[in-house]
């Protein structure tokens, strides 16, 4: 089983910014998709962003312009830096790592609470 090493959370105003890093080994960073995602109470977890080896990146409609996710190979570190922050972004950030396959292939970071609140 593989183990990130998540951090960044907290707790910020509405409008606010923090920035998420989760870091993987590099067996997993060189090759597997990094991403962010997010589970708030009674909802299903979501993918917030992800980003390829090749540096490729996709968000989902509710963060874009507000979010960047970037990653680091010579950390072997996946960042997702957060800005304009609104209460709807409250939630536990899993980083996640995933390689297309039969069958695909998920790992999990332990989660980091993001709290938006006044």
């Known amino acids: 089983q593989e183990q990130f090493v998540e951090s960044g959370g907290g707790l910020v105003q509405p409008g606010g910014s923090l920035r998420l890093s989760c870091t993987a080994s590099s067996r997993i960073f060189r090759s597997f998709v990094m991403g962010w995602y997010r589970q708030a109470p009674g909802e299903q977890r979501e993918l917030v962003a992800s980003v390829s080896s090749a540096g490729n990146t996709d968000y989902t409609d509710s963060v874009k312009g507000r979010f960047t996710i970037s990653r680091d190979n010579a950390k072997n570190t996946v960042y997702l830096q957060m800005n304009s922050l609104k209460p709807e972004d409250t939630a536990i950030y899993y980083c996640?790592?995933?390689?297309?396959?039969?069958?695909?292939?998920?790992?999990w970071g332990q989660g980091t609470q993001v709290t938006v609140s006044s």
């Open positions: 996640n790592a995933f390689q297309r396959g039969r069958p695909p292939i998920y790992y």
